[in-house]
T-cell receptor, first 112, second 115 residues
Framework: KQEVTQIPAALSVPEGENLVLNCSFTDSAIYNLQWFRQDPGKGLTSLLLIQSSQREQTSGRLNASLDKSSGRSTLYIAASQPGDSATYLCAVRDNYGQNFVFGPGTRLSVLP | GAGVSQTPSNKVTEKGKYVELRCDPISGHTALYWYRQSLGQGPEFLIYFQGTGAADDSGLPNDRFFAVRPEGSVSTLKIQRTERGDSAVYLC?????????????FGPGTRLLVL
């Protein structure tokens, strides 16, 4: 059974810092991996989707990498801003089902 | 265009009652998913619809949970004899055709509190 973990569970940084969020998964037979953002009381917003054949995706200040063989992905946020404060969720879709398996999330606070 | 919508946004009920949660997917999306998110956890898969049929209901925790999508658009998640442990945020997502590799678009969720 696929299991997804994320570290750290929570992170607080001053504005302007670059930061890295980590995601690990136990079964490397994944189809794709997606990073989401969740604001308090809101649904999930897709940030980046990486197919299993890709090694990274970039969107603005965000860069996500994927190392399928080691079961890891990282989300890099450059020049963090207070508006980046949210919970960041990593989710993998494996080769056996259509649903995502989510990690517990990293709660990020960017202090002005 | 309109995204995925869910109603109600909040629902408070008493233990033992029956509840229905509604999801309106993005127009034209044939795939629809239900997830449940407990406090401090990531969402957990419940059920996946392709059109009107449940293609995968392996995530439903027990037979008190049931979902329908009779016309292939709106879906209703039904919970019988609610228990306090059912309290969570219920998220709905849709994708265009359900093919591998598609992005799922999530609604804001329904926050269910069972007293």
């Amino acid at each position: 059974k696929q299991e997804v973990t994320q570290i750290p569970a929570a992170l607080s940084v001053p504005e302007g810092e670059n930061l890295v969020l980590n995601c690990s998964f136990t079964d490397s037979a994944i189809y794709n991996l997606q990073w989401f953002r969740q604001d308090p009381g809101k649904g999930l917003t897709s940030l980046l989707l990486i197919q299993s054949s890709q090694r990274e995706q970039t969107s603005g200040r965000l860069n996500a990498s994927l190392d399928k063989s080691s079961g890891r992905s990282t989300l890099y946020i450059a020049a963090s801003q207070p508006g980046d404060s949210a919970t960041y969720l990593c989710a993998v879709r494996d080769n056996y089902g259509q649903n995502f398996v989510f990690g517990p999330g990293t709660r990020l606070s960017v202090l002005p | 265009g309109a995204g995925v919508s869910q109603t109600p946004s909040n629902k408070v009920t008493e233990k033992g009652k029956y509840v229905e949660l509604r999801c309106d997917p993005i127009s034209g999306h044939t795939a629809l998913y239900w997830y449940r998110q407990s406090l401090g956890q990531g969402p957990e898969f419940l059920i996946y619809f392709q059109g009107t049929g449940a293609a995968d209901d392996s995530g439903l925790p027990n037979d008190r949970f049931f979902a329908v999508r009779p016309e292939g658009s709106v879906s209703t998640l039904k919970i019988q004899r609610t228990e306090r442990g059912d309290s969570a945020v219920y998220l709905c997502a849709s994708s265009e055709s359900g093919t591998w590799g598609e992005t799922q678009y999530f609604g804001p969720g329904t926050r269910l509190l069972v007293l």
